[in-house]
């Protein structure tokens, strides 16, 4: 059974083709991406189970790729592979979002300890897999109820929170005033289909105004959209 899929971001092509062969004999997957770029946009672009980062990479360095991919992605487990005396590097790294550093030259047998040890830690926080849901810096946690744009908590009242939730659950797709008052509202509501645009508005003014991108979009006539 394969046990994940898992993205190798290293521009040493042997050091990247040993990894993938052992990772794929533990039985996951393993897909190799040889420049900064490349990593970013296949990490960006597909769901893994776990990314393998090198810091000296060609492009982008493996810090500025673990940066930008920690402002749309919190959950995915990064484990940067760094050289022996880079200690800045590895600080830096774990401040920015690193689960994990492995030093170069590595034993595997420590390297696939440590990738057990950080899904493990991923899929105990993440149990519910309904928890969480994200959309370009905007965090929301349904079980707790919190919500972050970026570092700031955004305080929304409970039918706010209910109204983003189901934006959340259908993004890019546009929803018309009747389909966000029967899910939010119920089928038994009688009021007016005003109410949905009172609600976005609040909903815009704590969550779009003060951010300079603008998540929550009008589609004249029809409805609305979260979208980036």
């Known amino acids: 059974m394969e046990k994940g899929h898992i993205l190798i971001v290293e521009d040493e092509e042997k050091i990247a083709r040993v990894l993938q062969l052992e990772l794929e004999y533990e039985g996951y997957k393993a897909t190799i ?3 900064g770029t490349e990593g970013l946009h296949a990490a960006l672009e597909e769901k893994f189970a776990l990314v393998l980062l090198d810091v000296m990479l060609p492009g982008l360095s493996g810090l500025e790729v673990l940066r930008r991919l920690r ?22 790294g774990l401040d920015i979002g690193a689960n994990d550093y492995v ?5 595997i047998e420590e390297l696939l300890a440590r990738i ?10 993440s149990e519910d897999p309904g928890t969480f849901l994200s959309l370009g810096d905007l965090q929301v946690n349904e079980k707790t109820r919190e919500v972050k744009r970026g570092d700031q908590e955004v305080e929304l009242t409970p039918r706010e929170f209910d109204l ?8 890019q797709q ?28 609040y909903i815009r003014k704590k969550l779009d105004y003060p951010y ?17």
């Open 116 to 125: 057990r040890a950080a899904l493990r830690q991923n899929g105990s926080a």
């Open 71 to 92: 402002k749309t992605d919190m959950h995915t487990p990064v484990i940067l592979l760094t050289a022996r005396d880079s200690i800045p590097d590895k600080v830096t």
């Open 164 to 171: 983003l939730v189901f934006l959340l659950k259908h993004p």
């Open 212 to 228: 300079e991108k603008q998540l929550i979009h009008t589609v004249r006539g029809v409805g609305y959209a979260i979208k980036e």
């Open 103 to 107: 030093t170069k030259p590595f034993e």
């Open 174 to 201: 546009v929803l018309t005033r009747e389909q966000i008052l029967t899910s939010v509202w119920g089928f038994d509501y009688l009021g007016d289909t005003n109410v949905v645009d009172v609600y976005i508005r």
């Open 33 to 35: 991406k040889e420049t």
